[in-house]
């Protein structure tokens, strides 16, 4: 992934923080969005779904702790990394800020360049269990996202695209029950859906070429992957 591609949310109700670590990051190329409060912290990363969060942690109305408490419960942020901005000694915090969900923290004062330095760790970070998600095996399967490939008893398949991003996206959860309009949302997405019945095409297709007992409707509900 290139630099242009990371989306950094940077969070601090200081604005001088905000200039200046924000410069600093955009200065490497990465893409930066800004907050000043928890509340528009939660709104911003749930619409630009950000690969990285430098979260502060006192901040007035919603603080830090509780906006990522929030941010964690958002699905599509689950990879997301969330570093906290914490003062010096505040054990307290780095705490309650682990317990809620945070991966890291950065003790203020902090020189920019140090923090693009930690920020640059954080990213190789992401990138290496990014690289390990996009490689799944379930069963006699292994899909590989990222060259849009699937392996049955070491036989290679190349999928049409709708075909292989609903079968990654049932075997990403093996068992689970995905909903009719969950599939739609992210396979389909804005996309002009013709017919009612478009998934249950794919799924007979994929039944075809999968295995029909990898596959199992649950009546008025949706679809489910199982070994």
């Known amino acids: 992934m290139k630099k242009k591609d990371i989306r950094i949310l940077l969070v601090d109700d200081e604005p001088d923080i905000l200039e200046i670590v924000g410069y600093n990051l955009s200065s490497e190329g990465y893409q930066v969005f800004t907050a000043d409060n928890g509340v528009d912290a939660v709104k ?7 690969h990285l969060i430098i979260l502060d942690v006192m901040m007035p109305g919603m603080d830090g702790i509780e906006a990522c408490e929030q941010i964690r419960k958002i699905p599509e942020l689950e990879d997301t990394i969330i570093t906290f901005l914490t003062a010096r000694g505040e054990d307290y915090s780095q705490m309650a800020g682990f317990d809620a969900g945070a991966d890291d923290y950065i003790t203020k004062p902090v020189k920019p360049k140090v923090l693009v330095s930690k920020v640059k760790a954080l990213l190789r970070r992401f990138r290496e269990d990014s690289s390990a998600a996009n490689i799944v095996k379930v069963g006699d399967i292994v899909i590989n996202r990222d060259e849009y490939k699937v392996v ?5 398949m190349i999928l049409p695209r709708k075909e292989f991003e609903l079968l990654s996206l049932l075997a990403s959860k093996p068992g689970k029950v995905f909903k009719r309009e969950d599939i739609l949302d992210k396979v389909w997405g804005n996309e002009v859906v013709v017919g009612g019945r478009t998934i249950d095409v794919h799924i007979r297709k994929l039944r075809e070429k999968i295995g029909d007992h990898s596959f199992k409707t ?4 949706g679809y489910k992957f199982v070994v």
């Open 218 to 221: 649950v009546k008025g509900v």
């Open 152 to 156: 049955k008893d070491e036989e290679e």
């Open 44 to 50: 911003q990363a749930r619409k630009k779904t950000p």
